[in-house]
Nanobody, 126 residues
Framework: QVQLVESGGGSVQAGGSLRLSCAAS????????MAWFRQVPGKEREGVAA????????YYADSVKGRFTISRDNAKNTLYLQMNSLKPEDTGLYYC???????????????????WGQGTQVTVSS
């Protein structure tokens, strides 16, 4: 049974940094797509960053380019999201997601992902 568990969320002031982690268990597939999404109440879940674990290709939403970095430690089966220069609009519930497929063109489509974590809250105050 695949399980994704996020950690690392919290409350920070604008300009601060946080590092999110997503520990995966139940599979050790190393050539698949993983991603971070975020959601705020009343809005759809949006893709923030994605990575193809086989080749290391990364994809970012325009709103986070240059500030967020997605990475993956295959040996630890853990996905990371380093978030710098945080803004109040980065506030939301952040989810880790995984599919056993490659990223293809669908890396920011939530229905591309079969496995989801429970989410970790990030709150950025001005």
């Amino acid at each position: 049974q695949v399980q994704l568990v996020e950690s690392g969320g919290g409350s920070v002031q604008a300009g601060g940094s946080l590092r999110l982690s997503c520990a995966a268990s139940g599979y050790t597939y190393s050539s698949n797509c993983m991603a971070w999404f975020r959601q705020v109440p009343g809005k759809e879940r949006e893709g923030v960053a994605a990575i193809y674990t086989g080749g290391g290709s990364t994809y970012y939403a325009d709103s986070v380019k240059g500030r967020f970095t997605i990475s993956r430690d295959n040996a630890k089966n853990t996905l990371y999201l380093q978030m710098n220069s945080l803004k109040p609009e980065d506030t939301g519930l952040y989810y880790c997601a995984a599919t056993l497929n490659a990223c293809a063109y669908w890396y920011f489509r939530s229905d591309w992902y079969k496995y989801w974590g429970q989410g970790t809250q990030v709150t950025v105050s001005s």
